[in-house]
């Protein structure tokens, strides 16, 4: 009974579509795949490759970003730390998921909502974090 408000309100902001739209990248050309996780929305197949979790509006946003900027979904959407750098870089540049974005015009090309220049200034970000890690580790033959 927990998630049935974050249910209703997905049912609500997902439009009545036909053909469906994609509840993460916005499109609806291609084949669609119903989603499970989503009772009324529905993912391209690029999307449905990537298998983003819609649980919740930070989660869709970092599954979006992710996605949107072709990062590899191992290393940085199911890595604990990385996926808390999508979530936050997405919050700070106001990145969304479709369903999330609140616009009622569709999109013609997957995330054309999202300025270019916005997610260019999300992926510098995330580089630097990234960066930043690797510079920080300890190289093994330091150790001795």
């Not at 916005?26 to 795949?33: A, D, N």
């Not at 990062?71 to 998921?97: C, M, V, Y």
């Not at 013609?108 to 890690?133: C, H, N, P, S, Y």
């Amino acid at each position: 009974m927990r998630y049935r408000g974050q249910r209703n309100a997905v049912l609500r902001a997902i439009p009545d579509a036909d053909p469906p739209v994609c509840w993460c990248c916005g499109t609806g050309q291609g084949p669609m795949r119903s989603d499970v996780h989503q009772s009324a929305g529905h993912l391209c197949a690029r999307c449905w490759a990537f298998g983003p979790r819609g649980r919740n509006e930070w989660l869709r946003a970092a599954s979006a970003l992710c996605i949107a900027l072709g990062l590899p979904k191992k290393e940085w959407d199911e890595s604990g730390f990385r996926n808390s750098w999508l979530q936050e870089t997405a919050q700070r540049h106001r990145i969304t998921a479709w369903v999330d974005a609140g616009r009622t015009d569709q999109p013609t090309v997957a995330f054309g909502w999202l300025a270019k220049d916005i997610l260019a200034a999300a992926r510098a970000e995330l580089e630097a974090m990234e960066d930043e890690l690797q510079r920080s580790r300890v190289r093994p033959s330091t150790h001795r």
